[in-house]
């Protein structure tokens, strides 16, 4: 499923083929199919055109750090350029910690709520402020998945999960599938809500869009960067699916997208530049 929009591409070449061949059928047939596929596919390179200025600036990364082998300066540099409120890891070992606070993150991001282990369990999230573990906000089914609440300076609530389902294959598909009917639902009011991580799925999974559609908008389908692959980074074959993903309820504007190598991951860094409106 992950590999539809390169399906989608391919769908021209039976078009072209059968123009060239002057095979009515043929062509009447590859012309619906790749209308289909560009109806399905095209809107994450656009963008929904929500993007605003307006209200209280709030950024976030998020970055799974396999096994906790991701670069730890590369992250911390994001870091530093980027001045990101928030930073969720998935795959955070206790190594990669102690890697990651001796590379500046303690100075920089000295608030946490952690959840690490060994292997692909652990996960942490990071912050320049404040944050309170917030537990019952939902019952993980996956790997940790630690929930925080926070309050920005000006004023605006927040409540973060740092997602990290399990890998849909095999038995454990149904695990996965629990896993992300499992998130909470946006909110229309009360602070705002933000999930961030590993989904292990991409827009073409049907489970991923049953969870935008609970009060969501993904951030790289919001800003035209929803074709931009995530997985797998730094191998022989380029990333080429995009399973990383920022999802912020309705009311949150997105400003900007941008993905990042880190080298040593299997995955690519992301960056979200939300706008969350004043409170009402």
Known sequence: MTLTPY?????????????????????????????????????????????????EPFSMLTVNLFFGRGDAATVVGLVRRHRPDILNTQELTPAAVADLDAAGLKELMPYRVLEDDWGATGSGVFSSHPLTKL?????????????????????????????????????????????????????????????????NASLDHAELRRLVARGYRDAGDASGGGLTPTWPANKRIPASITIDHVLADQRVSVR????????????????????????R
């Open 7 to 55: 399906a989608a591409a391919g769908s021209l070449v039976p078009l072209v083929l059968g123009l060239l061949a002057r095979k009515k059928a043929v062509t009447v047939v590859a012309v619906a199919t790749a209308v289909a596929f560009g109806f399905t596919v095209l809107p994450r390179a656009i963008g929904d055109g929500s993007a605003t200025a307006a209200g």
């Open 135 to 199: 537990d019952g906000l939902f019952h993980p089914i996956g790997h940790n998945m630690p929930a925080v609440g926070m309050t920005l300076p000006g004023g605006a609530r927040l409540q973060l999960v740092d997602v990290h389902t399990f890998t849909p294959l095999g038995p454990q598909i149904t695990g996965w599938a629990e896993g992300l009917r499992a998130l909470p639902s946006g909110p229309a009011s009360g602070p705002f809500r933000i999930l961030a991580g590993d989904f």
């Open 256 to 279: 900007g997208y941008q993905v990042y190598d880190v080298p040593g991951s299997d995955h690519r860094a992301v960056l979200a530049q939300l706008s969350l409106p004043a409170s």
